[in-house]
Structures are given as structure tokens and as C-alpha cells.
């Protein structure tokens, strides 16, 4: 059940809303986008990259607003108020279904399809927030943060627990690791992430980076890769 409450006023909008943001799948349909959630540090080489230990403590979440979804092909701009913009390449998992207090057993059964995605970020900013223990907001969510390619639907890709997972820039690879590499997997990140919020279908989740993040600058061109799935590929302008 839907808890959310919304007011059915009367009288003329102040503004337009916003576009509902949907995301093509490779069957020709289109998958509108409810939020994006992020998992932090979820390869165990990226967490020591970061100067982390990884371990077993709970997967923490930060999110990203739909509208920083962009398609494959798209260029994406340099954002502004960073001098270190970073590539994180990630396997984005799509919900068809959600709930609260998902079961494990039960994760599988929600998804929608998997696809390709690469969470950009303002490492100078995220690193400047992390410090002073702030938000990551700034470092993490922006407008074009979330190049992602089309959406595979389950149906076609089956469950994926395993696979290539890499990263390029101008050809150079930047990222690889398997997905077995997870720390979480994604049914134990759909569970704990239920007993937070009540999730539902149009949700995603970027499942986290491996080792070899790094920055790139106008001219760069990324492609982002998982054996099975349609590439993201993405110039930066
Ligand atoms: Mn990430």
C-alpha cells in the first residue's frame, strides 16, 4: 500500500511539473523512474581505494534525483564547482515491484531488469563532505549524474550474479571486476534497503563501483560495459 499522501487541491498549478523521466528498455518500452538509490563502497578494492576498510558493516545509501538520469549517447557537460570529476561505473538494477521488509529469498522476484550506469561524481566535493561529515548531495547529485544505458528486462537477461563489469576512457581501461565481486549482493541490498523506505516499481539502484575510479575532462569519451547488457557510452563536453 502507497502511504504517500497526496494533497488533491483545487485551482490553477503556480508551474508546470515536472516530466516524468522514462527510461528506454530493449523491448520498446519505457520505464519511468520513481528515485535512484546508491550503494557506497561496495567493491572491496574501490573501499580500499577510498581509504576504507571493507567489511561487512551494513550497506550505506545515498540517492541521486531521477532527473539526473541521462541515455546512453548523450554528451554530458563538466559540471560546474569541481575540478575532480570522477567515473564510477555500476550495475543498475531496476525494480518491478517494491514493499517493505523484503526478504531475501524473496529480492529476485522484484526486479524489473538490469542495465549499465556510470555514477559521476564531484570526488573534490564528496571527499570535502565526507571530511566534515557532511551530506554527499553536492559530490553525488546533479543534473546528468547518471548516464545509464537502455534497460534490459529480466526476462532477457535472467538473474545476473556474475559478469565482466568494466569501464574505458578513450579506450584505456579504467575499471574491471566481476559481479561476483559484490560485498552485497543485490537481493541482500534490495532486503536492507526495505526496512528503510517503502520501495516500489520505478526505483533503481546503482549497486556500487570496483577499483580504479578516476577523473576525466571535456573531450573524454566513457564506455561503460557488463558481459550481456548494452554499453553506456558517453562523451564528456
Ligand atoms: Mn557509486
Not at 545515498?62 to 539526473?68: A, G, M, N, Q, R
Not at 561505473?89 to 524473496?106: M, N
Not at 538490469?114 to 564531484?122: E, H, I, K, N
Not at 575532462?217 to 564528456?236: F, K, Y
Request: glycine letters at 10%.
Amino acid at each position: 500500500m502507497n502511504i504517500n499522501v497526496q494533497t488533491q487541491g483545487e485551482g490553477p498549478l503556480t508551474h508546470a511539473p515536472a516530466d516524468p523521466v522514462l527510461w528506454p528498455t530493449t523491448d520498446g518500452t519505457l520505464y519511468p523512474i520513481h528515485r535512484i538509490f546508491c550503494v557506497g563502497r561496495n567493491y572491496a578494492a574501490h573501499a580500499r581505494e577510498m581509504g576504507k576498510d571493507p567489511d561487512r558493516d551494513p550497506p550505506f545509501f545515498f540517492t541521486k534525483f531521477p532527473e539526473s538520469y541521462v541515455p546512453s549517447e548523450h554528451t554530458i557537460a563538466y559540471p560546474p564547482g569541481t575540478s575532480n570529476y570522477h567515473f564510477e561505473v555500476e550495475l543498475c538494477v531496476a525494480l518491478a515491484e517494491g514493499g517493505r521488509d523484503i526478504q531475501e529469498k524473496d529480492a529476485a522476484g522484484k526486479i524489473a531488469g538490469y542495465a549499465v550506469g556510470l555514477d559521476m561524481t564531484r570526488r573534490d566535493l564528496q571527499l570535502t563532505a565526507r571530511e566534515q561529515g557532511r551530506p554527499w548531495d553536492a559530490g553525488k547529485n546533479f543534473e546528468e549524474s547518471a548516464p545509464m544505458a537502455a534497460l534490459h528486462p529480466v526476462a532477457e537477461t535472467g538473474i545476473l550474479t556474475t559478469g565482466r563489469i568494466a569501464l574505458s576512457v578513450n579506450g584505456e581501461t579504467k575499471q574491471e571486476a566481476d559481479l561476483a565481486d559484490l560485498i552485497w549482493s543485490v537481493d541482500e541490498i534490495i532486503a536492507h534497503l526495505s526496512r528503510f523506505y517503502e520501495l516500489r516499481a520505478g526505483d533503481v539502484i546503482m549497486t556500487g563501483t570496483p577499483a580504479g575510479v578516476g577523473a576525466v575532462v571535456a573531450g573524454d569519451r566513457m564506455i561503460g560495459e557488463i558481459t550481456g547488457l548494452n554499453s553506456v557510452e558517453t562523451d564528456v563536453v
